[in-house]
């Protein structure tokens, strides 16, 4: 084998200079950078050829081990799958909380959204020994507009929680849906995180952990990029904290699927190309559902098993091109996290409504880069689209949700009235042309 590659030695190194030089004369005088270099969304370049030159001495490698964290509606739900130990539910009502009580089920890891209400039933009844309670009160605001109860009331709350199980919980996925680029993702994430441990005293003796959720996309290189550059930036910030400890969730996201029947076949590749970058990102945990997919979520959890048993994170650690975008989405979202910080941290931002017209800067610009590509013609919807238009809502709110919103919904509601247009004048002419003939 020695002998086969001894061969390369027989050519000498071509350097970057030289590489480019060779370009440039091909390009006939066309200017490189227009030409061969491609700025994402996210503005990162995206260059012809990578070698050690061009990319950044860092190392970005790390080993995780992901887990399916597999999405169930109820408890009974928890014992019945006895082939998984790790399940998230988004809501629990008291009498299952009182079931939970009850039920050695230990051994089990079980995710639970808490509200408001019921963080402190599961104080009561010790169950957070039991469970990880996700309760984020940030995000709730950032959500909804409102906190679950009011500020004073929902941080002594999480007060009371940490104390009891020593996590944070960041849930950074709305973000995405609503159309913000990874770098503003990952900022915005971080500045949460700080308002979160201003709140607190750091003991060395007591441990942290610190759970992040993120959507992916299907933008597989730049969304293992994202999950890598968090987690380089939280082990370099936090390098001297011993106990800290960071998990990520992700899941992919509905921000491009689209509800028109003729893209059916490109949801299903785009949600498996979203659970692919979740786990060759190093993920600790892997939630496989996703927009009216319930049918399909076996599917989808067979085929996360698959390449979790397949992959070998350390198929991308040492690549050029996954270092130079990785420590550009670093570098940049550090610098995003920082302005924050110096304006008064994340809750201020919102309350200025700086975040909030930020995102939709960058969504603005993807929904008119999706506006000049799509084909004008008429498609047909989903049987059951009006189910997942957003709902308006009339409540006062204290500061401008965050709201999602896919990129193909313009079209699609565009679409569906069109559709209710013509299929109302259908009926009055049937009206009047049966009202005719009674006559």
Known sequence: MKDKLAVFDKFSAISTKQWKQKIQFLLNGADYNQQCVWQSHEEISINPFYNAETTSDKKFHSSRNTRVLLPVQTLQEVIENADFDYFIINNVSEEEIATLAEKEISFKTIWISASFDNVSKFVENQLFEKVILGFDPIGNLSKTGNFYKNKIDDFSQWKLLFEKQRIIYIDASFFAEAGATKIQQIAYAFSILSEYLNLVEYDDNQSIKVFVEFTQQADFYLEIAKIKAFRWIFESVFSEFQNIELQIITRPSSRNISLFTSDEKNNEIRHKWALQ???????????????????????????????????????????????????????????????????????????????????????????????????????????????????????????????????????????????????????????????????
């Open 277 to 439: 970058s979740g786990i060759f990102g190093g993920s600790d945990y892997l939630v496989p559902c996703g927009l009216f997919y319930q049918k399909n979520n076996l599917e989808f959890i067979d085929f996360s098993q698959k390449i979790i048993q397949n992959t070998n994170e350390n198929w991308i650690n040492g690549s050029f091109f996954f270092g130079n975008s990785i420590s550009q989405m670093a570098q940049k979202s550090l610098t995003l996290w920082r302005e924050i910080e110096k304006g008064g941290g994340y809750l201020s931002a919102l309350k200025q409504h700086i975040i909030q017209r930020k995102i939709k800067e960058k969504a603005v610009q993807s929904q008119t880069l999706f506006n000049e590509k799509i084909v004008n013609k008429s498609l047909n919807l989903h049987e059951k689209v009006f189910d997942y238009f957003p709902k308006k809502n009339l409540q006062k709110t204290l500061v401008e949700p965050i709201l999602s919103k896919r990129i193909s919904q313009e079209r699609e509601i565009s679409t569906y009235l069109e559709y209710k247009k013509i299929k109302l004048n259908l009926i009055l002419i049937l009206s009047f042309a049966k009202w005719n003939f009674t006559k």
